[in-house]
Nanobody, 120 residues
Framework: QVQLVESGGGLVQAGGSLRLSCAAS????????MGWFRQAPGKERELIAR????????YYADSVRGRFTISRDNAKNTLYLQLNNLKPEDTAVYYC?????????????WGQGTQVTVSS
């Protein structure tokens, strides 16, 4: 079993920055891939970034590429998402996910989410 806990969300003005963290605990040796998703009101949950076990970045959604950066610190069992140049359309609940094989909406482990609100 793996537990994921996100933190770092909040209210920020457009153009501002936030750094989200996702602390993993439990059987962390089983985690290979991790990622960040977000879900805005009335919309489906979408994958915005994922990263491999050794920190190789496999994917950014077009909507966040160039503004968001995913990273991980395996020594601390923590996943990060740096959000820069935030826009009102980035407002959503952000979730981290982990899976030993691949990151998608069927990922095995999920955090509870952290709210990011961007004001115009």
């Amino acid at each position: 079993q793996v537990q994921l806990v996100e933190s770092g969300g909040g209210l920020v003005q457009a153009g501002g920055s936030l750094r989200l963290s996702c602390a993993a605990s439990g059987r962390t040796f089983g985690i290979y891939y991790m990622g960040w998703f977000r879900q805005a009101p009335g919309k489906e949950r979408e994958l915005i970034a994922r990263i491999g076990w050794i920190g190789d970045t496999a994917y950014y959604a077009d909507s966040v590429r160039g503004r968001f950066t995913i990273s991980r610190d395996n020594a601390k069992n923590t996943l990060y998402l740096q959000l820069n140049n935030l826009k009102p359309e980035d407002t959503a609940v952000y979730y981290c996910a982990a899976d030993p094989y691949r990151i998608g909406t069927s990922a095995q482990y999920w955090g509870q989410g952290t709210q990011v609100t961007v004001s115009s």
